[in-house]
């Protein structure tokens, strides 16, 4: 299911009110709400709360929802990672031997046998 893209405006960009003002004009407030879709409540000047519409959070909702479903696809997708993330760690663990970075520095200072061929990746 789509939904619409959720957009937000920085804080310092949202019409703002000041909590004595939601007190004595709560319906004013909550007109600029339905207009605006968000509106800051501030306290001495500092940003207190943000009243969302009710559309936008049944918007946000349907979004978390979206992305909770999108989560427990990839969570399912799991297995396949794991068995991934263990063959880079027993061949992480190989590296980190301490007798790894000899082996490597001999095999570096060993002529290169290709017999003819070019040779690459672990299964030629």
Do not use: C
Request: hydrophobic residues 40%; glycine residues 4%; charged residues 30%.
């Amino acid at each position: 299911m789509l939904h619409a893209p959720i957009t937000f405006e920085p804080i310092t960009e949202l019409t703002r009110t000041t909590a004595s003002s939601v007190k004595e004009h709560w319906r004013k407030v909550m007109q600029e709400v339905r207009e605006q879709r968000m509106v800051v409540v501030t306290n001495h000047n500092e940003p207190q709360a943000v009243i969302i519409s009710a559309d936008q959070y049944r918007a946000l909702q349907a979004k978390v929802e979206a992305l909770e479903q999108s989560l427990d696809e990839l969570r399912n997708q799991t297995p396949a990672l794991a068995e991934l993330r263990r063959g880079f760690d027993e061949r992480l663990a190989v590296l980190q031997q301490a007798e790894a970075g000899q082996r490597a520095r001999d095999l570096l200072r060993r002529p290169a046998r290709l017999g003819g061929k070019v040779k690459a990746g672990s299964g030629y």
